[in-house]
């Protein structure tokens, strides 16, 4: 195409290439979900339907970026952790987190009837997101030791909140009960008051939710003996599992080799 007179206003615009050699975190939240929680009438302090719905948005991320080599999920954020050699849009920060976030938010939308079949989708849901560099493998483990560290520590106040309101203590008196509370008596308190034995509450509310791909065994069909023919296939997979110890990434190494 031809250059016009107005081509130079090009020249506002940033080049913001994120630097090379870095790990790439895009992560987002949803904005003002304690409202929009509230509206759709999401199960407190754990609405399993929307903890569903974000993991399957999260999967199809990964079907649909092949860049993102891992995520991880909790309450109504998700953060995409896209491979330190990633060339996608030449790394630039604006590309990458405009579509990330669009692209989760239109998937948000398209599967929530899914997930709600009877609730209605009452307001646009929207999500803000933010990118950050890691120049070393290790501090994305610590990033996301993070992350699932702040799951625990919410969940075990929320379930606490929680249960002490639905036991008819307002919101106020629960929050001033728990003010100071370790987290030792916080499952004191879940087990005498409510007989909640916090590490029999399902995994995905006490470890949050991990997406990445895996080598899965399956099953095809038989061949012409009639024996069956296993193949393995390298699948996207979601699992609510311990990713601050040692024990995972030692297993799973190859998720955050170059
Ligand atoms: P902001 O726009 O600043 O992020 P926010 O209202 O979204 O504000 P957050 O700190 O992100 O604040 O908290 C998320 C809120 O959404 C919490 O109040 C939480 O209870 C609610 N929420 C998110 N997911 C669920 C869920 N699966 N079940 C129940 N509540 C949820
Ligand atoms: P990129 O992802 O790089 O933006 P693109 O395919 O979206 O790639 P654009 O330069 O943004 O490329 O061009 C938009 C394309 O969408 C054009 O091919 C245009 O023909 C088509 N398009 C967009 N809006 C309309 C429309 N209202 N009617 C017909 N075609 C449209
Ligand atoms: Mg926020
Ligand atoms: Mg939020
Ligand atoms: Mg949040
Ligand atoms: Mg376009």
Same mark, same amino acid.
């Given at each position: 195409?031809?250059?016009?007179?107005?081509?130079?206003?090009?020249?506002?615009?940033?080049?913001?290439?994120? *630097? *090379?050699?870095?790990?790439?975190v895009v992560r987002i939240d949803g904005c003002?979900?304690?409202?929009?929680?509230?509206?759709?009438?999401?199960?407190? +302090?754990?609405?399993?339907?929307?903890?569903?719905?974000?993991?399957?948005?999260?999967?199809?991320m990964l079907? &649909?970026? *092949?860049?993102?080599v891992f995520a991880y999920g909790v309450s109504d954020e998700y953060s995409f952790v896209l491979k330190e050699t990633t060339q996608f849009y030449q790394r630039r920060a604006?590309?990458?987190?405009?579509?990330?976030?669009?692209?989760?938010?239109?998937?948000?939308?398209?599967?929530?009837?899914?997930?709600? +079949?009877d609730k209605e989708l009452k307001a646009p849901p929207s999500f803000d997101g933010r990118v950050i560099c890691f120049p070393k493998a290790k501090i994305i483990q610590d990033y996301l030791a993070? =992350?699932?560290?702040?799951?625990?520590?919410?969940?075990?106040?929320?379930?606490?909140?929680w249960n002490l309101v639905n036991s008819g203590k307002t919101e106020r008196e629960a929050q001033e009960f728990l003010k100071g509370t370790q987290s030792k008596d916080k499952n004191e308190l879940l087990f005498q008051q409510f007989g909640i034995n916090y590490n029999d509450l399902p995994a995905m509310f006490r470890k949050g939710s991990c997406v990445y791909?895996?080598?899965? #065994? #399956?099953?095809?069909?038989?061949?012409?003996?009639?024996?069956?023919?296993? =193949?393995?296939?390298?699948?996207?997979?979601?699992? &609510?599992?311990?990713i601050i110890g040692p024990k995972f990434w030692s297993e799973h190494q190859y998720i955050l080799e170059e």
């Amino acid at each position: 195409m031809a250059n016009s007179k107005y081509e130079y206003v090009k020249k506002f615009e940033d080049d913001d290439r994120l *630097p *090379p050699c870095n790990w790439i975190v895009v992560r987002i939240d949803g904005c003002h979900f304690h409202r929009f929680s509230a509206d759709h009438e999401f199960e407190k +302090p754990n609405d399993k339907n929307a903890l569903n719905l974000m993991n399957s948005c999260a999967v199809s991320m990964l079907e &649909h970026f *092949p860049d993102i080599v891992f995520a991880y999920g909790v309450s109504d954020e998700y953060s995409f952790v896209l491979k330190e050699t990633t060339q996608f849009y030449q790394r630039r920060a604006s590309k990458i987190l405009s579509l990330s976030v669009s692209y989760f938010t239109s998937l948000y939308v398209m599967k929530w009837k899914e997930f709600f +079949p009877d609730k209605e989708l009452k307001a646009p849901p929207s999500f803000d997101g933010r990118v950050i560099c890691f120049p070393k493998a290790k501090i994305i483990q610590d990033y996301l030791a993070w =992350r699932q560290v702040d799951c625990h520590i919410n969940n075990q106040y929320n379930t606490c909140f929680w249960n002490l309101v639905n036991s008819g203590k307002t919101e106020r008196e629960a929050q001033e009960f728990l003010k100071g509370t370790q987290s030792k008596d916080k499952n004191e308190l879940l087990f005498q008051q409510f007989g909640i034995n916090y590490n029999d509450l399902p995994a995905m509310f006490r470890k949050g939710s991990c997406v990445y791909r895996d080598k899965v #065994e #399956e099953t095809a069909k038989l061949d012409k003996g009639g024996n069956s023919i296993k =193949r393995t296939r390298n699948k996207v997979v979601l699992a &609510h599992i311990d990713i601050i110890g040692p024990k995972f990434w030692s297993e799973h190494q190859y998720i955050l080799e170059e």
